[in-house]
């Protein structure tokens, strides 16, 4: 019995960032903020580059406290979605080249988020992980943090509760 060959490099990182960029361009809110999703492996880090608009204070001047929340409550949701596809994505079940906003699975919903603001947020550019401590079929629980200079300085962190969509692939729909 032949071995199968492996996919090359180059072809499952196409696939992986293909996905996870179906995955972002499907909540506009991300775009207009300007969120960026870095990938290594199955790690994903989220950027948010400093822009005049995400000022909330301009005598400080800080980052709005609402912009933080949004920043750290999109980094869980992209999180949770991108480690309910992992596997699909790894075993070539969902092909990269079909992938769009419509074709991806529905994205967890929000069931409660709360952020500890540690300290102003200052004009630039700011990164958040989130990290998923449970993931079931109905629900999850994800902590997520964000700092800007220095990772062991946060100026916030997040704990959020989710309802899990249905584990549908979209070749299923």
Known sequence: MRRQRPE???????RRDSALRALVEGVPYITYLGIRFERRG???TAL????EKLIGNPMLPAIH???TAAFLETTAIIELSWSMLWDDIESGRIDA?????DTLPRLPKTIDFTV????SGLPRDAYARARVNRSGRRYASVHVEAWQ???SRLFAQATGHFLMPPRDTPSDA
Do not use: A, H, I, W
């Not at 090359?8 to 196409?14: G, I, L, R, T």
């Not at 080249?97 to 906003?101: F, G």
């Open 97 to 101: 080249e079909s992938l769009s906003p």
């Open 8 to 14: 090359p490099v180059q072809v499952v990182k196409q």
């Open 65 to 67: 406290g609402g912009v």
């Open 48 to 51: 948010l580059p400093f822009d």
């Open 149 to 151: 200079d220095n990772r």
């Open 116 to 119: 500890d603001y540690l300290r």
């Open 42 to 44: 199955d790690e994903l």
